[in-house]
Protein backbone atom coordinates (compact mmCIF):
# COMPACT_ATOMS: atom_id res chain seq x y z
CA UNK A 1 0.00 0.00 0.00
CA UNK A 2 1.12 3.34 -0.50
CA UNK A 3 3.16 4.75 1.98
CA UNK A 4 4.48 8.51 2.70
CA UNK A 5 6.38 9.23 5.76
CA UNK A 6 7.37 13.12 6.36
CA UNK A 7 10.41 13.88 8.67
CA UNK A 8 12.69 17.46 9.19
CA UNK A 9 10.48 19.70 10.77
CA UNK A 10 11.11 21.40 13.92
CA UNK A 11 11.71 24.78 15.57
CA UNK A 12 13.67 27.35 13.95
CA UNK A 13 13.99 31.11 14.55
CA UNK A 14 12.67 33.27 11.71
CA UNK A 15 15.32 33.35 9.30
CA UNK A 16 16.36 29.76 9.60
CA UNK A 17 16.50 26.96 7.26
CA UNK A 18 14.73 23.54 7.80
CA UNK A 19 14.84 20.35 5.21
CA UNK A 20 12.15 18.37 5.12
CA UNK A 21 12.07 14.78 3.10
CA UNK A 22 9.01 12.28 2.24
CA UNK A 23 10.08 8.81 2.20
CA UNK A 24 7.38 7.22 -0.29
CA UNK A 25 6.58 3.34 -0.70
CA UNK A 26 3.87 1.11 -2.24
CA UNK A 27 3.85 2.73 -5.74
CA UNK A 28 6.17 3.38 -8.71
CA UNK A 29 7.84 6.52 -7.25
CA UNK A 30 9.32 8.01 -10.54
CA UNK A 31 6.17 7.78 -12.55
CA UNK A 32 3.99 10.59 -10.39
CA UNK A 33 4.25 14.40 -9.54
CA UNK A 34 4.54 14.85 -5.97
CA UNK A 35 3.74 17.72 -3.59
CA UNK A 36 4.38 19.37 -0.57
CA UNK A 37 0.78 21.08 1.37
CA UNK A 38 0.54 22.80 4.71
CA UNK A 39 -1.90 23.30 7.11
CA UNK A 40 -1.37 26.19 9.32
CA UNK A 41 -4.08 26.20 12.76
CA UNK A 42 -7.55 27.21 11.86
CA UNK A 43 -6.80 27.63 8.61
CA UNK A 44 -7.06 25.64 5.28
CA UNK A 45 -4.82 23.11 3.49
CA UNK A 46 -2.72 24.62 1.16
CA UNK A 47 -0.27 23.53 -2.01
CA UNK A 48 3.25 24.86 -1.00
CA UNK A 49 5.37 23.37 -4.05
CA UNK A 50 4.71 20.70 -6.66
CA UNK A 51 7.30 18.86 -9.08
CA UNK A 52 6.99 16.89 -11.77
CA UNK A 53 8.25 13.18 -12.36
CA UNK A 54 11.69 13.53 -13.72
CA UNK A 55 12.23 17.15 -11.41
CA UNK A 56 12.35 18.95 -14.64
CA UNK A 57 9.24 21.03 -13.69
CA UNK A 58 8.32 22.80 -10.51
CA UNK A 59 5.74 25.51 -9.09
CA UNK A 60 5.43 26.95 -5.98
CA UNK A 61 2.69 29.02 -4.12
CA UNK A 62 3.33 32.62 -4.44
CA UNK A 63 4.11 33.21 -1.04
CA UNK A 64 7.12 30.58 -0.67
CA UNK A 65 8.55 31.31 -4.29
CA UNK A 66 12.13 32.40 -3.53
CA UNK A 67 12.52 30.78 -0.46
CA UNK A 68 11.29 27.15 -0.71
CA UNK A 69 12.74 24.90 -3.24
CA UNK A 70 11.39 21.34 -3.51
CA UNK A 71 13.36 18.53 -5.10
CA UNK A 72 13.46 14.88 -5.63
CA UNK A 73 15.84 11.71 -5.89
CA UNK A 74 14.20 9.01 -7.57
CA UNK A 75 16.74 6.28 -6.46
CA UNK A 76 16.02 7.14 -2.77
CA UNK A 77 12.19 7.68 -3.56
CA UNK A 78 12.22 10.79 -1.43
CA UNK A 79 11.06 14.10 -2.05
CA UNK A 80 12.02 16.97 -0.46
CA UNK A 81 11.65 20.54 0.90
CA UNK A 82 14.28 23.20 1.16
CA UNK A 83 12.70 26.13 3.66
CA UNK A 84 14.95 29.23 3.87
CA UNK A 85 14.36 32.64 5.35
CA UNK A 86 11.63 30.81 7.37
CA UNK A 87 9.37 33.40 9.04
CA UNK A 88 6.27 33.35 11.47
CA UNK A 89 3.44 32.47 8.77
CA UNK A 90 5.16 29.52 7.48
CA UNK A 91 4.21 27.69 11.13
CA UNK A 92 2.26 24.49 10.08
CA UNK A 93 1.93 21.11 9.32
CA UNK A 94 3.33 20.36 6.70
CA UNK A 95 1.81 17.27 4.17
CA UNK A 96 3.58 15.50 1.66
CA UNK A 97 1.31 14.33 -0.89
CA UNK A 98 0.53 11.88 -3.93
CA UNK A 99 -2.71 12.41 -6.61
CA UNK A 100 -3.23 8.86 -8.21
CA UNK A 101 -6.91 8.90 -8.74
CA UNK A 102 -7.06 9.60 -5.13
CA UNK A 103 -5.21 11.74 -2.56
CA UNK A 104 -2.70 10.11 -0.26
CA UNK A 105 -1.00 11.73 2.04
CA UNK A 106 1.69 11.21 5.19
CA UNK A 107 0.96 12.57 8.63
CA UNK A 108 2.65 15.35 8.37
CA UNK A 109 5.94 16.62 10.35
CA UNK A 110 5.57 20.10 12.43
CA UNK A 111 7.59 23.28 11.29
CA UNK A 112 6.82 26.08 14.29
CA UNK A 113 8.90 29.65 13.07
CA UNK A 114 9.43 31.29 16.18
CA UNK A 115 12.20 33.52 18.75
Known amino acids: QVQLVESGGGLVQPGGSLRLSCTAS????????MRWYRQAPGKERELVAT????????NYADSVKGRFTISRDNAKRTTYLQMNSLKPEDTAVYYCNLKRGVDYWGKGTLVTVSL
Open 26 to 33: GFTFYNYA
Open 51 to 58: ITTAGVST
